[in-house]
Every structure is written in structure tokens, then in C-alpha cells.
């Protein structure tokens, strides 16, 4: 899962969302500043005439489906990951490339401007030994070279940021590469782990209607090596990072305002995924769900509230925005005997950007019948702009 203002009707947010991706026109790094915008009333369903849907499982191939599918309103690549230096120094990082249909069809204009696709990138890391969280945000129409995407070989940027696979035929490793003035993340991924189907092999649905789904896999633990720059250190860095690729088109049902998303790297090679979708009130959408996946790669689906459950243990409220969110938290899975308790490796690990969203990187301490699975993890919560807290 992967973001919230306050303010207007879904219809509304969804054209201030291609507007302000519209003006990455301007160029990747230089766009105004948009308005505030929420991924619940983005991803909710409106606007789907003319739009490919996911109604029911399809076979999930690679390399094509790590490429683009515009056909679909919106989708993204989305990896996160925990890191160490030398001396054990711990970071969190974040590369996020949205894409975002403006149209069903592409344009008929000449332009070399003219398309109907528009893309956002998130870059942010996380350096609790030097007290810094650092974030950036750009846009660029898929135009010009500005930004885009392709499957064989797999590319995928914004600018300067971009994800690429080893080359024709599938990629058998990932290359991650992104900077900006006092921030970069470069790395070197593995596959790890066979890639694991999200839902009803590969359709994960969010609602009761047909469509309110998204096709969604994952590679759960991908080896990293490379090195970051934070502020004026630079890095040699290794560690694991998480793949999450997901399209949809109406994923996301009336009634719900955002997520709470848990991804846990246990140090015994076990990999736990867990979200969360909130109503209105607080509570938990039946459509909630999660996986766990085992050391060789074998996932087993897990039901909200009965094989996975989350107990809130805190909160902070950020003093660049005023929100308030959870901080810290008992992650139980049963069926493992497993009560893992999850912290931030900072507090302040908020994204105050076009979308205001909470995503950082987390320890893992607990039990497991007698003994302590230890690990790392990341965690993402949305929608808490003006919402009730998580109950």
C-alpha cells in the first residue's frame, strides 16, 4: 500500500492531483508548490470511464509487468529499506515514482509535449545518528524525456531519479539512483526472494464493488549495497530493501480515509506485510489483510483482526504540521506465536509534501515462543490530516 488534505469533494482532489502533476512541465525539480491533495479521495472511485479496471486475478509476468501500465489511473514502484554503514550507523530510504493517467487516451496533438501521463517522485532518508530526516518531492510530465517508464529493460525515473533492471529479458538485479543537493541514495538490488502475490494471486482488493482492487506483488527482501549522502557525509552503506508494485484504477471504496501499512525484514529471514485501511471512525475495513513469508519465499495470506492484529502503543504530533499520529505499536500474529513490538528509529519521519503522510523506518523486538525475533522494518500511515487516530 502506499498518501492527505483536508477539504473538497474526490472529484475535486483528482484534478488537483493532474494539475499539479501537469505542472512538472515546468521541469523535474522546479514546479510550483501544489496544493495540499489526499490519496484517499485520489485513489477513490471516481473518473474511471475509459479506464482499464481490476475486476479479477490476471497472471502476473515478469519483466513486463515491472513496466508500466497505462491503461490504469495510477500506479507506482515503491521501495523502502534499512541500511547500515560502517560501525553498525543506521539509515531508512524511501524512492517513490508515481505515475498518474490525466486521460484515458493519449492526446492527438503534434506536441512533443502532448501526453496523458504525469509522474511524482518521493526521495527521503532517514539518519537517526545525526538527528536528520531529509525529503524531497518532484514532478515531471511524461514527456520530452522529463520522466517515464519501460519494461524490457526495465527503467523507471523522474529526472535524475530513477530504478533500471540489469537489461533485456528480465532483470536479474535493480539499480537505484537518486540525488538531490544534500540527499542521495544510490544502490545496488538483489531480487532475494521469489516475488510474492499480494490478495487473490495478484488481485488485492480494497472494497466490496468490482474494480475497488489493484494488481499488487512484491519482492519482500532485496539485498542492497551502495552508499548515501546525508547532509555532508557520505556513506558506504548494505542492508535490505522492500519492492512494492501496485496499479490500479478506483482502488480504494467510499467510507475510507486512509492507511496504516506495516513491512517487517525479521532477522531469522521471515518477512511479514500488514495493512490496515481506516474508516471514517477509526475502525478497521474488513478489506484489511496482510502475508507472511517464510525464509524460502512461501507466503501464507493473513485475515485483520484474526491471524494479524496491530495495537497502537503511542503518538507523536508533528511540529511541522500539527498531526497527530501513532508511534509505536504491537504487531501479533498468532499462527507464529509472534508479538512484535515496533518503534521508529525517529519520531519525526513525516513527509510534509504535496501528500502529507507519516513513512519511516522501524526496529523490531518480541517474542516467539521463548525466544526474540529481532529486525527492521518501515511503516506508512495516511490520512490523519484532520482524521480521527487509529483505534
Known amino acids: 500500500m502506499s498518501r492527505p488534505w483536508a477539504g473538497g469533494s474526490p472529484g475535486r482532489r483528482c484534478r488537483l492531483l493532474a494539475g ?39 497472471p502476473i509476468g515478469l519483466p513486463a509487468d515491472h513496466g508500466p501500465h497505462p491503461g ?36 492527438t496533438s503534434a506536441s512533443a509535449w502532448a501526453t496523458n501521463q504525469a509522474y511524482m517522485a518521493h526521495l527521503a532518508l532517514t539518519d537517526p545518528q545525526a538527528g536528520r530526516f531529509l525529503a524531497r518531492e518532484r514532478f515531471a510530465r511524461g514527456a520530452q524525456g522529463l520522466a517515464g517508464a519501460s519494461a524490457d529493460p526495465l527503467r523507471v525515473w ?50 466490496p464493488r468490482p474494480g475497488n482492487a489493484s494488481y499488487y506483488y512484491s519482492l519482500t527482501r532485496m539485498p542492497a549495497r551502495g552508499r548515501v549522502v546525508s547532509g555532508k557525509d557520505t556513506i558506504d552503506v548494505a542492508g535490505t530493501a522492500w519492492l512494492d508494485r501496485e496499479w490500479s484504477t478506483s482502488v480504494l471504496p467510499d467510507g475510507v480515509v486512509g492507511w496504516d501499512w506495516f513491512a517487517l525484514q525479521l532477522d531469522d529471514g521471515w518477512d511479514v506485510m500488514a495493512y490496515r485501511l481506516r474508516r471514517g471512525d477509526g475502525s478497521a475495513s474488513p478489506f484489511s ?44 500474529v498468532p499462527s507464529r506465536g509472534w508479538r512484535l513490538r515496533l518503534e521508529p528509529l ?6 510534509d509534501l504535496s501528500f502529507r503522510y507519516w513513512e519511516g523506518a522501524v526496529t523490531v523486538r518480541g517474542e516467539q515462543r ?19 487516530p487509529a483505534r
Open 20 to 58: 499539479a502533476l501537469a505542472l512538472g512541465a515546468c521541469g523535474p525539480s522546479e514546479a510550483p508548490v501544489p496544493p495540499r491533495l489526499s490519496l484517499a479521495g485520489v485513489l477513490g472511485g471516481v473518473d474511471t470511464a475509459g479506464y482499464d479496471r481490476a475486476v479479477e486475478p490476471r
Open 158 to 207: 523522474l529526472g535524475d531519479w530513477r530504478l533500471e533492471g540489469g537489461g533485456p529479458g528480465g532483470p536479474s538485479g535493480m539499480t537505484l539512483r537518486a540525488s538531490d543537493a544534500d540527499l542521495t541514495v544510490e544502490l545496488d538490488l538483489e531480487p532475494g526472494k521469489p516475488v510474492v502475490l499480494q490478495g487473490e494471486r495478484g488481485l488485492s482488493r480494497k472494497g
Open 289 to 332: 489483510e496482510g502475508v507472511v513469508v517464510d525464509p524460502a519465499g512461501r507466503a501464507v495470506g493473513l485475515t485483520w483482526g484474526t491471524d494479524v492484529e496491530v495495537e497502537q502503543t503511542g503518538a507523536w504530533t508533528s511540529p511541522h504540521s500539527g498531526v497527530r499520529y501513532p508511534s509505536g505499536w504491537v504487531l501479533t
Open 346 to 351: 525517529m519520531a519525526d519521519q513525516e513527509l
Open 370 to 388: 521463548g525466544s526474540g525475533p529481532t529486525g527492521r522494518g518501515y511503516v506508512e500511515l495516511t490520512g490523519y490530516d484532520g482524521n480521527p
Open 72 to 107: 490504469f489511473r495510477s500506479e507506482w514502484w515503491y521501495l523502502t529499506g534499512n541500511l547500515e554503514g560502517d560501525g553498525g550507523r543506521p539509515f531508512g530510504f524511501q524512492l517513490t515514482i508515481f505515475r498518474a493517467s490525466l486521460a484515458p487516451a493519449a492526446p
